[in-house]
C-alpha cells in the first residue's frame, strides 16, 4: 500500500514536471515564433507603407521624367535645396547674396561647369540624374534667385 501510494506520488510528480515544463516552454517557444513572424510582418508593412512615397521621390530624383526636361525650380526642391536652402555641407544658401556674389563672377557657364562636376563637397549634378537641359534650367532658376 505504502509503495503503491509512492509510485503513486511519484507519477503525479513527473506529470506535475512535466506540466510546469510544457507550461514554461510552450509559451516561450510561441513567443518566439510571433515575434518573428511580428518582425517580419511589420517590416514588410513599413516596406509597403513607404514605397509610395519612396519610389515617387526616387522617381523624381533620379531619373529624366518620360514627360521631359523637368523645370528648375522642380530640380531645385528635389535635389539641390537639401543643402542650398539650409547651408549644408558649406553650400552657399539661397537667399544669401553676399555668399553668391563672388560665385557669379564666372558666369553662367561656370557655374552650369561646376553643377555639372561637382565642387567641393557638391557631388555632380547634386548627386542626382539630370540632363544637361535640365543643369542649365536649374542654374537659370538659382540665378534667378540669388541675383
Ligand atoms: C550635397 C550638398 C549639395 C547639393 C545637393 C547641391 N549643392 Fe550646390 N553646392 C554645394 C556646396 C558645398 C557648394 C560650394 C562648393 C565650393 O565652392 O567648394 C555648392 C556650390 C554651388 C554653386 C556655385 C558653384 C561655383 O562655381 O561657385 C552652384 C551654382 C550650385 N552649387 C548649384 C547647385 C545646384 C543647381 C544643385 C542641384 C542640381 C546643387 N547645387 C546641389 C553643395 C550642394
Request: aromatic share 4%.
Amino acid at each position: 500500500m505504502a509503495e503503491q501510494n509512492s509510485s503513486k506520488k511519484m507519477m503525479w510528480a513527473t506529470i506535475g514536471v512535466a506540466a510546469v515544463l510544457i507550461a514554461i516552454i510552450y509559451p516561450l517557444t510561441n513567443r518566439t515564433y510571433n515575434s518573428a513572424a511580428d518582425a517580419a510582418k511589420g517590416s514588410d508593412e513599413s516596406d509597403v507603407r513607404i514605397q509610395p512615397v519612396a519610389k515617387f521621390e526616387l522617381a523624381k530624383a533620379a531619373a529624366p521624367a518620360a514627360s521631359g526636361p523637368r523645370d528648375g525650380a522642380t530640380i531645385y526642391n528635389t535635389v539641390c535645396g537639401a543643402c542650398h536652402n539650409t547651408g549644408a555641407a558649406g553650400a552657399p544658401k539661397i537667399d544669401d547674396k553676399a555668399a553668391w556674389a563672388p560665385r557669379l563672377g564666372q558666369g553662367k557657364d561656370g557655374l552650369i561647369k561646376s553643377v555639372t562636376n561637382g565642387k567641393g563637397a557638391m557631388p555632380p549634378k547634386g548627386g542626382a540624374a539630370l540632363s544637361d537641359d535640365e543643369i542649365k534650367g536649374v542654374v537659370d532658376y538659382v540665378l534667378s534667385k540669388v541675383k
